[in-house]
């Protein structure tokens, strides 16, 4: 190697490693956030406000999703009549909706179809078996992505909507 490429190869070394250590203290800053988020969502942090130090339920459980009474009417008017469905959940502003049913997720998929087509969606297929997007051009709502997965005997259908 000449003198030349060798300073190079020093020069591209030093370059590297001094990006490693700018992502290292980066990573070292934000991993702290990024841990506070992950536990503020995790099945951990919930179980976490209901076991006391010696294991015991400190309690009665924290009331847990929401009342297809608290959907707000673009819900049912744009994306899908929610009655019936069990362990509602939702975002403050109903932009990602989670729900179960005990059925197979081929049979909730067709459900979700014929309701979102009822309500103007235009669909696609995503290539991801149970899952859908699409678009509409009037309303509140103007996208949406809906999975639904079968686990243990029910249902999981998550629903994100972008609504303007």
């Known amino acids: 190697m000449s003198g030349k490429q060798a300073r190079r190869a020093v020069g591209a070394a030093l370059a ?8 290292a203290v980066t990573g070292s800053a934000t991993g702290e956030v ?4 992950r536990r503020s969502f995790s099945g951990r942090a919930y179980a976490e406000q209901l ?51 005990e059925t197979d997720a081929t049979v909730e998929c067709e459900w979700l179809e014929d309701q979102l ?11 991801v078996e149970g899952t859908l997007t699409g678009v509409k051009e009037e309303g509140r709502c103007s996208w949406l992505w809906f999975s639904a997965t079968t686990v243990g ?12």
């Open 153 to 164: 005997g029910k249902t999981c259908v998550v629903i994100q909507v972008l609504a303007r």
């Open 51 to 101: 076991i006391d130090a010696d294991g015991e339920m400190a309690g009665e459980a924290p009331a847990a999703g929401r009342d297809v009474r608290d959907a707000p009417p673009w819900v049912e008017a744009e994306v899908a009549d929610l009655a019936g469905v069990e362990e509602l959940r939702a975002t403050d502003d109903w932009s990602t909706i989670g729900f179960s049913r």
């Open 117 to 127: 087509t009822r309500r103007g969606w235009t669909l696609a297929k995503t290539g």
């Open 16 to 23: 590297i490693s001094g990006l490693c250590a700018v992502i």
């Open 34 to 37: 990024e841990d506070e988020v």
